[in-house]
């Protein structure tokens, strides 16, 4: 099995131009740079093929989808003139380009097993090809704060001229440069898929997380039931409707009539989809709860929340919520029967012994398996597809938590703050911490379930999926608004503002005194991407010569489809231009802007950093928190 990429391997990207080619291959060993280039004037066609067979693997980004089934046809094709060979890749690659956006295209891709050279594709393993993260590597020329964000200079449809060759290549090794310092950060990924290839004799090297686990569940599965892998991945359990009540465990009750009207709710429905179909809310102590179909939700009014002599605040959240209610409830696919549920608590098994072992790949891999098992359970396209499946671990883990809240809301003291699918924060009288262990390991008795705690300092809240969580030993989660390190296909503009947010409620710094005194550029940039029916102008007054006279004229230049900037006092207007529907919009109003893709080292001071922009966006942000706390007096 060709399973993992070797030392011999290079970084690469490919432009493919109308009657041009062009490959930039890395070294991930060496860092040596090789260039090729196949063209009627200058055609390095042979030279490229010795040195692709003589590679061990290759590394690229979308390079499954369009970058290798180049390189195979290539490799693989009998070219009859050497001066059209250009042409005929580029027709190959329109082909493929014309299929991006069709689910259909994977027929296109190249299986492992047939591969030349074998590939690994940090598109794929970093789940870039789902539309929820859908992410370009320009955008991570921006997460990465690399020096260069370029886009090609010239239309791939264009008939080139020797003299163009140098401009190609630079765009080339760009994409290169920067492809291998994403790798560079993918490397601990890179490692878990190769050591899970190897232990489950399983390819998921170009796998993402969630494909990992399915794949995974899909081999222990087929092995239990004693089926081909292939029949089992045609098995489904579509449903007309799904009657709630009959999926609601008898270990459901309440006291309160706040909760049991939301239990006779659910048990009154009877769905046909798993969207938006759930959709209530209750108030318990003077706190809202809303229910939904991707589970329950809750916060305090916007403010800041700390503990002290008195008071705890004290977060409890539910280890492995879903696997657990799944194993507990015997919940289960309907076409994979209660094998699923012993393969299920077998690999929670396995899992809990890796863990203890140390067994990092192993520990993560059997994570993946039973974390992806419930989303795929909503995946018309899964084996695992059963929505009465889906909704029965998300009502049941809902109703669940409703009844630990309700047994909570008898201490006097306490106030909910937050309630998120698997967990509870509150507010309470430290004296009134025996009672509420005691009503949690009631509860998890009960239910056979278990918590995991959590004490907090200080909680800075927005709302939900917006806050700042300080523990006592002064780790700090963020989330939301308030993230400084996002995940990889998330938009880090003008980081700065999270930077200073943090330092203003954490450490209690000025937000003047961060944002005036911070001197990496890259902080204060903001990334703008442009689709298709859009584009970025810069405009601007500038100085034209019209028979022999200086007049002022207002400039208008179109700028790249992910652009960097950042604000400043003396710059452009940045617009947004619809050119279909005539319409255009200003980014940044009232601002000015200096575009930032090719990074210029100065003292910070030379940037000109209009920094009242971003003094502006935290007050705005700290007057959302500060001014409605006010409000609760």
């Known amino acids: 099995m060709k399973s993992s990429i070797k030392l011999n391997s290079e970084v690469y990207d490919i432009e493919t131009l109308s009657n041009c080619f062009t490959y930039v291959g890395l070294n991930i060993i060496t860092e040596k740079t090789s260039e090729f280039i196949i063209h ?15 590679l061990d693997g290759q590394i690229g980004f979308n390079n499954l989808s369009f970058d290798y089934p180049i390189l195979h046809f290539i490799l693989t094709n009998k070219f009859k003139n050497p001066n059209t060979i250009a042409q005929e890749i580029y027709g190959k690659a329109q082909q493929l380009i014309n299929i991006q956006n069709d689910f259909d295209k994977y027929k296109y891709q190249i299986p492992h097993w047939k591969m030349i050279i074998p590939q690994l594709d940090l598109f794929t393993i970093n789940h870039f090809d789902n539309k929820a993260k859908m992410t370009s590597l320009k955008s991570l020329q921006c997460w990465m704060n690399y020096p260069d964000v370029l886009d090609m200079p010239i239309n791939h449809s264009s008939f080139i001229t020797p003299d163009q060759f140098k401009e190609i290549l630079v765009y080339n090794k760009n994409d290169v440069k920067s492809t291998y310092e994403f790798y560079k950060l993918c490397k601990d990924k890179i490692e878990l898929r190769k050591e899970l290839t190897k232990k489950y004799n399983l390819y998921l090297i170009n796998s993402n997380d969630t494909k990992i686990g399915s794949d995974i569940i899909l081999d222990l599965i087929s092995k239990e039931i004693g089926k081909d892998k292939r029949e ?44 938006g179909s759930i959709d209530c809310s ?14 329950i939700h809750g916060c305090i009014k916007p403010g800041i929340y700390e503990s002290d002599n008195q008071y705890i605040i004290l977060d409890a959240d539910v280890a492995s919520l879903y696997p657990f209610l799944a194993i507990l409830l015997e919940l289960y696919p309907e076409h994979l029967g209660k094998s699923f549920i012993k393969v299920y608590k077998s690999i929670l098994e396995q899992r809990i012994i890796a863990k203890k072992n140390g067994d990092k790949a192993v520990n993560e891999g059997l994570k993946l398996a039973l974390n992806g098992s419930y989303g795929k359970s909503s995946d018309k396209n899964s084996f695992l597809y059963d929505p009465k499946f889906t909704m029965a671990i998300t009502v049941n883990g809902q109703l669940f938590l409703s009844m630990l809240s309700e047994v909570l809301g008898e201490i006097s003291s306490l106030q909910f703050l ?3 699918t698997d967990g509870i924060t509150v507010k309470l009288l430290k004296s009134d911490l025996e009672k509420y262990y005691s009503i949690c390991k009631q509860w998890e008795k009960y239910t056979g379930l278990n918590l995991e705690f959590v004490e907090y300092k200080k909680m800075i809240i ?69 689709k298709s029916d859009s584009y970025g102008e810069i405009r601007y007054i500038g100085i034209e010569n019209v028979n022999g006279s200086n007049l002022y004229k207002e400039i208008k230049e179109k700028q790249q489809k992910t652009t960097r ?18 319409k255009e919009s200003f980014i940044n109003k009232n601002f000015q802007v200096t575009i930032f893709n090719k990074y210029i080292e100065r003292e910070i001071e030379e940037y000109d950093i209009n920094y009242d922009f971003y003094i ?3 007050k705005k942000i700290i007057e959302s928190i500060e001014d409605k706390q006010l409000t609760l007096f």
Do not use: M, W
């Open 282 to 295: 209750v108030i318990f102590k003077n706190f809202k709860f809303d229910y939904g179909t991707g589970g």
């Open 462 to 530: 927005n709302d939900v999926n917006n806050y700042i969580a300080v523990k006592f030993n002064d780790s700090v989660k963020y989330k939301g608004l308030f993230e400084i390190n996002k995940e990889f296909h998330k938009d880090t503009s003008f980081k700065i503002v999270q930077i200073a947010l943090s330092n203003y409620f954490v450490k209690g710094k000025a937000i003047e005194e961060t944002i005036k005194y911070h001197n990496n550029i890259y902080d204060f940039c903001g990334r703008q991407k442009f």
């Open 418 to 420: 937050q309630i998120n």
């Open 40 to 54: 009627e004037s200058l055609n390095q066609f042979e030279e490229l093929v010795k040195h692709l067979k003589s």
């Open 232 to 275: 089992v991945k045609l098995l489904r359990s579509p449903r007309n409707k799904i009657t709630i009540k009959n999926i609601i465990s008898d270990k459901i009750e309440f006291k309160a009539k706040e909760f049991n009207s939301v239990l006779d709710s659910f048990k009154s429905k009877v769905i046909t989809s798993t969207k």
């Open 565 to 582: 900037y950042y604000i400043s006092n003396k710059g452009s207007t940045f617009v947004k231009v619809y050119p279909k529907k005539l």
């Open 616 to 618: 502006i966006e935290c």
